[in-house]
């Protein structure tokens, strides 16, 4: 049974962190106003710390942050997210970030940044995950797409998924490809699948999927594959 620390005792934690400027006012539901607010939310492995510059608190178990600043850690797994604005739901446990969101995170043992406009995690079912277009660059590689899963179950094998996605290698700019799904996998691979296409030194190879190293910058092998001159 996952513990979350969201209770009287935590509700005496912002206070603590708060500067002496706060505010309470009351209109048609309780609304606590808290200036330099500091939060931490504990699950079972998992642990997120969150700063803002303010934090309104509504009576529904609703907590709305500006400028926020985010941690999350877990047994294994380490990343950061920073936003404009961001959402805490205490009975749907989730957590909504909006605008300038930043996502910094480690996969394959090297760092990885993604900046998108909307972001969601899931503290359920431990996905963070996002519906509109994003970009991730990654080492000299940059992946645009309409949206990502990102799972981090300790459970779980590494997940990272983008929806309609488009690889660029920023070095060698004949290196690019495009799928339905472009999945991050271990080993420095990636996977496409569904109207995966890529190029390659001159060569189009169109298939079902194709894996590919980007940092060896080739082609592992590929399913299905039809293959033509550029």
Not at 129 to 148: C, K, N, P, R, V
Not at 151 to 175: A, H, Q, R, V
Request: aromatic content about 12%; cysteine-free.
């Amino acid at each position: 049974m996952k513990t979350l620390i969201l209770s009287f005792v935590f509700f005496l934690n912002f206070i603590l962190y708060a500067s002496d400027n706060n505010k309470i006012e009351f209109i048609e539901e309780l609304k606590i106003e808290l200036d330099s607010p500091s939060f931490s939310i504990s699950q079972k492995n998992l642990k997120i710390y969150m700063t803002g510059d303010k934090m309104n608190m509504y009576e529904q178990g609703v907590f709305e942050l500006s400028n926020v600043s985010t941690k999350l850690e877990s047994k294994s797994k380490k990343s950061r997210i920073s936003s404009n604005f961001a959402l805490y739901n205490q009975n749907e446990e989730i957590i909504d970030f909006k605008k300038s969101v930043d996502f910094n995170f480690i996969t394959n043992k090297n760092s990885a940044y993604l900046r998108t406009e909307s972001l969601k995690i899931n503290l359920v079912n431990k996905i963070i995950e996002s519906d509109t277009e994003s970009d991730l660059y990654l080492d000299q590689s940059h992946i645009a797409s309409q949206g990502f899963q990102y799972s981090f179950n300790e459970d779980l094998e590494p997940y990272l998924e983008f929806i309609k996605g488009e690889f660029k290698d920023k070095k060698d700019t004949e290196n690019n490809g495009t799928a339905d799904s472009l999945k991050l996998l271990d080993n420095n691979r990636i996977l496409l699948e569904g109207n995966a296409l890529f190029n390659q030194k001159g060569l189009r190879i169109e298939a079902d999927s194709i894996y590919y190293d980007y940092l060896e910058r080739k082609i592992i092998k590929s399913i299905n594959a039809k293959v033509s001159a550029t």
